[in-house]
């Protein structure tokens, strides 16, 4: 569920995105969507004071809502946020990979700061998931285990530092982002194979030219 009433990163969503959602409420719930699923692993940083993951926690929810995702979860080790739902754009992935990129910097960021080497895992996975209810500017989301257990999985192999997304976040960002491929992980209980790619980088301007010379 995307349930944040009375949490720290309830109170961190801005009002434009609050006011984003309210205009959705009774207009898309039930509705299908497929969304980016950014879920980053902050275990490394659990071990530390409560005020060391208080402060990474919120950087990255604060992030999240800067490029209009959603928080969904955050657990003492973990914060995930939905891209596509309710509020979608064409370049949801896109604006979810911009984010993790963001994240990434950030904490490496803090960690020099502190004089820490901790960093965080991130992970990225696009698949389809409902949107069961909107209440003012809570939003509950249905049918999400299967993006869950497959970026569990995946998240469990990212590097420290690194960010790793799956192949269906991969297809609609490869445009503009440089990959490497990685091992295919098992998904525990089902019988299937994800394919799992690393971020390499951003690509310019001029590497991503059409024949002609014009830009997509």
Not at 62 to 84: D, L, M, Q, Y
Not at 137 to 148: N, T
């Amino acid at each position: 569920a995307g349930h944040l009433t009375g949490s720290r990163a309830y109170q961190l969503v801005p009002e434009s995105l609050k006011s984003q959602v309210r205009k959705e409420q009774g207009k898309v719930e039930g509705e299908r969507a497929v969304v980016t699923l950014l879920t980053v692993d902050v275990s490394q940083w659990a071990a530390s004071s409560a005020d060391k993951v208080r402060g990474a926690t919120d950087a990255i929810a604060a992030i999240i809502f800067k490029h209009e995702g959603f928080v969904n979860r955050v657990f003492s080790n973990e914060i995930s946020g939905f891209f596509g739902a309710p509020i979608r754009h064409t370049n949801d992935a896109e604006s979810a990979l911009h984010a993790a990129i963001e994240i990434r910097d950030t904490i490496h960021r803090m960690s020099h700061e502190q004089s820490a080497t901790e960093g965080v895992k991130i992970a990225l996975y696009t698949g389809p998931v409902v949107i069961s209810d909107i209440s003012g500017e809570v939003v509950e989301y249905a049918q999400v285990e299967p993006l869950f257990k497959s970026i569990g999985a995946l998240v469990s192999k990212t590097t420290p530092g690194e960010i790793w997304v799956a192949e269906t976040t991969y297809k609609l960002t490869r445009e503009y982002f440089d990959y490497s491929l990685t091992s295919p992980i098992e998904i525990e209980s089902s019988g299937r194979a994800l394919q799992p790619y690393r971020f390499c980088g951003q690509r310019t301007r001029h590497s991503f030219a059409r024949a002609d010379g014009t830009f997509p």
